[in-house]
């Protein structure tokens, strides 16, 4: 199952987490309005247009209408699998780990200009994928481009959130993506995914080849099983 625009407004992340039976905050609509406003200054469409950071997949589905996207680099914040899912890319017995913004180094991405008129429209399509629940929390950054920087809503890790899984030690994280698989498909899948799309946009990632590298070797180890060719 891939996300779309039309799936994400009709609240599948939320029913999924809901049906789920597990204990995670789901933000509520009252909230995610709430936060939105919050970062927009009060304003319901705001005096200019809106930037936002994707280092994920948000960067090749991002889902929303946007006017321009140009590559930039993130300063003070790295890509990491960092939060733990029990859903989408993992199972309630067996969380998967999915990508944060983490402190230090810096991150190469894609900033997305949304048009000021449909800036809220656009955002709520956002935060209905970003902030179902805790795991992030949304802040103003500086990105930098190649025409300038631009002023980005970036979706950082909440290190208070207690699905934050901590800087895995390499091994230990592919362990976990090399196992979990959720509604949304395999962890694995996710990661080689991402690796893909990144060397296709000229943004190759050192730490996560190495992670993939690391992945690929453990599922080509696993035992067959009965029956397979």
Same mark, same amino acid.
């Given at each position: 199952?891939?996300?779309?625009?039309?799936?994400?407004?009709?609240?599948?992340?939320?029913?999924?987490?809901?049906?789920?039976?597990?204990?995670?905050?789901?933000?509520?609509?009252?909230?995610?309005?709430?936060?939105?406003?919050?970062?927009?200054?009060?304003?319901?469409?705001?005096?200019?247009?809106?930037?936002?950071?994707?280092?994920?997949?948000?960067?090749?589905?991002?889902?929303?209408?946007?006017?321009?996207?140009?590559?930039?680099?993130?300063?003070?914040?790295?890509?990491?699998?960092?939060?733990?899912?029990?859903?989408?890319?993992?199972?309630?017995?067996?969380?998967?780990?999915?990508?944060?913004?983490?402190?230090?180094?810096?991150?190469?991405?894609?900033?997305?200009?949304?048009?000021?008129?449909? /800036?809220?429209?656009?955002?709520?399509?956002?935060?209905?994928?970003?902030?179902?629940?805790?795991?992030?929390?949304?802040?103003?950054?500086?990105?930098?481009?190649?025409?300038?920087?631009?002023?980005?809503?970036?979706?950082?890790?909440?290190?208070?959130?207690?699905?934050?899984?901590?800087?895995?030690?390499?091994?230990?994280?592919?362990?976990?993506?090399?196992?979990?698989?959720?509604?949304?498909?395999?962890?694995?899948?996710?990661?080689?995914?991402?690796?893909?799309?990144?060397?296709?946009?000229?943004?190759?990632?050192?730490?996560?080849?190495?992670?993939?590298?690391?992945?690929? /070797?453990?599922?080509?180890?696993?035992?067959?099983?009965?029956?397979?060719?």
């Amino acid at each position: 199952m891939s996300l779309t625009r039309e799936s994400i407004r009709d609240g599948i992340l939320q029913d999924m987490l809901e049906r789920s039976g597990v204990s995670i905050h789901v933000t509520t609509e009252e909230e995610r309005h709430a936060s939105i406003a919050a970062m927009l200054g009060g304003r319901g469409t705001p005096a200019e247009d809106v930037w936002v950071f994707g280092y994920g997949s948000l960067m090749w589905n991002p889902a929303f209408h946007h006017a321009e996207q140009r590559l930039g680099t993130l300063p003070g914040w790295h890509r990491r699998f960092c939060l733990w899912t029990p859903l989408g890319r993992g199972s309630p017995d067996n969380p998967g780990l999915v990508l944060g913004l983490d402190n230090g180094g810096s991150c190469r991405g894609v900033a997305f200009r949304i048009r000021a008129a449909q /800036a809220w429209e656009e955002l709520d399509i956002v935060w209905r994928r970003e902030m179902v629940s805790d795991g992030y929390t949304p802040r103003w950054a500086t990105v930098r481009t190649d025409a300038g920087p631009v002023r980005a809503i970036a979706f950082t890790i909440n290190h208070g959130a207690p699905r934050y899984a901590g800087k895995l030690a390499l091994e230990d994280a592919a362990r976990v993506i090399a196992h979990a698989e959720g509604g949304l498909g395999s962890c694995a899948e996710y990661l080689m995914s991402t690796v893909d799309h990144l060397d296709e946009m000229g943004i190759p990632d050192r730490r996560l080849h190495a992670l993939r590298d690391r992945v690929k /070797a453990l599922l080509q180890a696993r035992p067959r099983t009965a029956g397979a060719a």
